[in-house]
């Protein structure tokens, strides 16, 4: 970043940022019964749309009244008994409860009531769950391998470590006030694409013995979509924790708290060089855990070489006479018998535990041979499928404008109705990975599709319609790249049939038959 960009440290704080300091939404937890009681309407707006989210809890202006309220769950694991818990909760909540399984591994629940916030507080922590942090300015909940102790492939468990980072990044000396949010991810596969996150942690040798090499600066937003780039360092699988609350206490303290489009740990490292971020991290380690901070030289060579399973299907674990079995949840939407019974289907033929993936599917996991027949005749199958369609097995949607202000359309149910009348007309010979996002703020990951489409608006015939914007190209193998604009503004009317096109010409697809487009709701 130039420095005539730069903005004067003499420069007023925004408003924002002057909220966030006079006052930690962190403090609001003792104070949710009576805030319940007062009611909403009675807060006020800082409140309501900035604090209350230090808690993980999420006022929807598309539904007044009712609240989302967003977990973390490290490395997207789950018990059934947790599960069920959080379905009597949306439950409750009747024709206005659902859950969502987010690309990060994670479940948010919709429809609660201000009222609800105490109670179910009590509840996550008697669980073992929490929300803390999950929204605004915070550090998001940490990915790592959806497999992790159970895949045949990986190079080593990402659990314990994930849980240590969050246990680092959530304790008394962890932020309390970033600039922006902050995607961390840990890696222990071949297939651990995780170039999209702030930090990012992938496994890789160095003079034989097995670490992980440090990427930073990745990022998606309206303004600049980055992939993560190499730190030039290495460090042991017990130094993660410190050296990730190293990373963020230095962005607390440094990151642009006056131009918030250019507030992302990217644009930190464009102002100070990338030797000059290094060395500038590597002082703030020093002083939180002195002589422990010794971190090598590295190239930023690693061992990830191919994009991410499916992980769909019945798949066997690394554990002899155990099985996975990955199920396809249309867009992640859940509702509560839905989760009910795949808690049940957890504890009957599994583990009891479930795994959650990045491309918004669930896992049923530890499931001897002899039960894997019955469990595959469950009738939730047939709607969470082990085999679904090549489009269905990978699509991604984000929440749409269902719940979500900022989105231009209705993403989940036009995703869904747009694949479903595509696999009415083509054959396809693979899948193909398409991310679906209503804004520019791309929660749904465009960038990341071998297809993208992004929520916007076109002029048709003097009107306004709802339209998205087609991206093309994205790759998450040894090779990654972003996709690229291909179509500025296609009309929801208009998608199946460019879609359609776009397969055959690029996808290899086959027409079945003659078919008459669709309609797809607005």
């Known amino acids: 970043m130039s420095t005539s960009s730069t903005p004067s440290p003499a420069a007023p704080l925004p408003r924002l940022e002057v909220a966030k300091a006079s006052f930690s939404g962190l403090d609001l937890a003792p104070r949710l019964e009576q ?23 999420f006022f929807r202006p598309v539904t007044p009244g009712r609240f989302m309220v967003r977990l973390r769950l490290p490395n997207g694991t789950i018990q059934a008994q947790q599960l069920a818990v959080l379905a009597e909760l949306v439950d409750r909540c009747g ?70 980072i969050q246990i680092a990044l959530l304790g008394p000396g962890g932020p309390r006030n970033l600039p922006r949010k902050f995607n961390v991810a840990v890696g222990g596969a071949p297939d651990s694409f995780l170039l999209h996150n702030d930090l990012a942690f992938l496994p890789a040798l160095r003079d034989g013995e097995l670490g992980f090499t440090v990427m930073v600066g990745g990022f998606f937003s309206g303004q600049r979509n980055e992939l993560a780039i190499p730190l030039g360092l290495w460090l042991r699988a017990e130094q993660l924790p410190g050296f990730s609350l190293a990373v963020l206490r230095h962005y ?38 002195g002589q422990a901070a010794v971190a090598l030289p590295h190239n930023g060579a690693h061992l990830v070489n191919r994009a991410p399973r499916d992980c769909l299907g019945v798949q066997r674990q ?6 996975w079995l990955g199920l396809h949840v249309p867009m992640g939407r859940l509702d509560a018998a839905a989760m009910l019974e795949l808690a049940r289907l957890a504890r009957t033929y599994g583990s009891g ?10 896992l049923i996991v530890n499931v001897p041979a002899d039960r894997v027949e019955a ?7 047939q709607r969470f499928r082990p085999d679904p369609s090549p489009l269905q097995a990978e699509a991604v949607s984000c929440t749409g404008n269902a719940y979500c202000s900022f989105a231009l359309i209705p993403t989940k149910a036009t995703a869904q109705a747009v694949l479903d009348e595509l696999e009415r007309r083509l054959e396809l010979p693979h899948a193909v990975r398409m991310h679906w996002t209503g804004c520019p703020n791309a929660c749904g990951q465009p960038y990341m599709g071998q297809i993208g489409l992004m929520g916007a608006k076109a002029r048709i015939d003097g ?14 193998d040894a090779e990654p790249k972003l996709a690229e ?34 309609s797809v709701p607005s």
């Open 463 to 476: 009107a306004t319609v709802e339209a998205v914007k087609i991206f093309l190209g994205g790759t998450m």
């Open 35 to 57: 805030l319940g009681r007062d009611g909403w309407e009675s807060l006020d707006e800082i409140t309501l749309t900035v604090h209350l989210k230090w808690l993980g809890i």
């Open 252 to 289: 607390e303290r440094h990151g642009n708290r006056r131009q918030r489009t250019k507030s992302r740990l990217m644009y930190l490292i464009d102002q100070l060089g990338l030797e000059g971020y290094r060395a500038a991290v590597l002082d703030t380690w020093r002083e939180l855990v």
């Open 485 to 518: 604009l291909h179509d500025k503004g296609v009309p929801l009317d208009d998608l199946p049939d460019v879609l359609e096109a776009l397969l055959i010409d690029n996808f290899g697809a086959r027409r079945r038959s003659a078919a008459a487009p669709l």
């Open 95 to 164: 024709e206005h409860g659902s859950a969502d399984i987010t690309t990060r591994q994670n479940i948010q629940l919709r429809g609660l009531l201000l009222e609800d916030m105490a109670p179910l507080m009590a509840a996550l922590e008697r669980l073992g769950l929490t929300s803390r942090q999950s929204g605004h300015d915070n550090p998001r909940n940490i990915t790592g391998n959806p497999l992790a102790g159970l895949d045949p492939e990986e190079w080593l468990d990402t659990r314990p470590i994930v849980q240590a």
């Open 353 to 362: 535990e479930l795994r959650l993936t990045e491309a918004q599917n669930a």
């Open 375 to 381: 469990l595959l005749a469950e009738p939730l199958l």
């Open 318 to 323: 690394k554990q002899a006479g155990l099985h």
